[in-house]
């Protein structure tokens, strides 16, 4: 096997026993991002000098017996976290030239584990998509099907660990971006509790729905990239005091006396037959390690869109009113007034779903029509929270599916703005109700194309999704299937 193709668990243990160097590590991911990505589009900024440069820095600390615990491990992350190395640009025209003055917390935490970043991946602009489509630069590729969708807004995230573009990646997830582009590329990927990972250096979009966590290749690497990126951060105002378990010790064969929850209306008409089948059969596989199922109800799911469009928006609309030209990003310099200078800067900064999704925001926000929209939103939503609070009263985590398809073509929903809404349909109340929800690979359609099953539990129990997530992979036959990128 070639060495971009092992998961980050086993490149960690052959560093550590110097059996590999990380820049052998690291010359042969730069070797196969020179190989696929010019089909595949995963990297909006690729820095090769400065791989190699920090794979060397960590030989030398490990030959000293220094060096954190991914020290050496190639890593890439979603181009909506800052770097003072990197530009920043959250796949948008405005921010094309912008390198931040400051760094991320969670990059800071990977630096620290001594890992090496190889670049910043493809997204849809400020994280406003579910297929990656809206990057104003390039569109990524699912590696499974050149031309089919890799998902969003972490599109580019997931294909990169799909195509073995790095060993694992960071992404952010507001509606379910995360969890559904790591279903239709076939890889691991979790949101964390909010408050578990500090957002301090994520560009926000939404920020009580904005969580950044990890798509990885297999289970444990994700237990290890949530070791090293979790924990409190004074510099995160929501960042929750509490101590940080050491994720890989939940990864234990078996699953007695849990209880799993399937809510009824996440098995409803118009999920696709054969997602509906892989879901199954992924519940059957947990069945087998011990897993007890029962039926659990989520009464204000069918609110849970609705809910998210105004409540998103609207927080979007506050957020990016930052982006008016005057003090870093592009600036139109045609105008003759201020008032104009804004509005031609904004106009040709921002794509067509983000001056979109401006609008429906600051329409829910502006006089005599908060009341009646985001304040409406605002009490429904802390009824889907005690929704989550009631079923999980009577099971351990639930059950479901990811996305309601399989991955698409590119282009096929582009002009349908609702339809690309719905397909988040199953993913959007986690972050409404801030609990923590995970992808998990577990079978595929007749086309070859890969299906995720969904795990949601309580706040800050991550470690069960992860223990059940474990089981299924171990009986899922998944892992080790690579798409073949032609």
Known sequence: MELYALPLHEARRLLETGEVSSVALTESVLARIEAVEPKVQSYLTLDREGALRQAEQADIARKNGQGGPLCGIPLAIKDVLCTTTMPTTCGSRILENFVAPYEATVVTKLAEAGSVLVGKLAMDEFAMGSTSENCAFKVPHNPWKLGYVAGGSSGGSAAAVAADECFASLGSDTGGSIRQPASLCGTVGMKPTYGRVSRYGLVAFASSLDQVGPLTKEVRDCALMMNAISGHDPKDSTSIKLDVPDFTASLQDGLKGVKIGLPREYFVQGLDPEVDRAVRDGIRMLQEAGAELVEVTLPH????VAVYYLIAPAEASSNLARFDGVRYGYRDRSADSLIEMYNRTRSQGFGDEVKRRILIG????????YDAYYKKASQVRTLIKDDFAKAFAHCDLMVSPVCPTPAWKIGDKA????ALYLSDILTL????????GMSVPCGFSSDGLPIGLQLQAAHFNEEILLRAAYNLEQRAGVVGKKPVIA
Do not use: F, I, K, Q
């Not at 986690?430 to 923590?436: E, H, I, K, Q, S």
């Open 362 to 369: 600051t329409y829910a926000l502006s006089s005599g029509y």
């Open 429 to 436: 109340s986690a972050n409404l109700a801030g609990v923590p």
């Open 301 to 304: 799911t069918d609110y849970c």
């Open 415 to 418: 002009d349908d703005p609702l």
